[in-house]
């Protein structure tokens, strides 16, 4: 769990830092959903950002996770399943 945990913290991070390029949520959150689409991006900063992104999702794919949006940026939440409520 407490690599589960670094891992969405990372992936935080990276959401973040691609809304700064993008400015539109949509788009950032569609980033890292395809291999192509990382391959063919022009910027190589954003390139970056996507892959890990990327990396990030791939690992988190069979966990139970929430990615919720507001002013203060994204956030990663593991919906842990033990605790009711």
Do not use: W
Not at 55 to 60: A, F, I, L, P, Y
Request: net charge negative; glycine share 4%; charged share 30%.
């Amino acid at each position: 769990m407490k690599n589960l945990n670094f891992v969405a913290e990372q992936l935080e991070k990276y959401l973040n830092l691609a809304q700064e390029f993008t400015e539109d949520y949509y788009l950032t959150m569609e980033l890292g959903g395809d291999p192509m689409r990382i391959i063919s991006e022009e910027n190589e900063k954003l390139k970056r950002i996507e892959a890990m992104i990327y990396v990030c999702k791939d690992k988190m794919k069979f966990i139970d996770h929430e990615i919720t949006y507001s002013a203060s940026g994204f956030r990663v939440d593991i919906i842990n399943h033990e605790v009711p409520f």
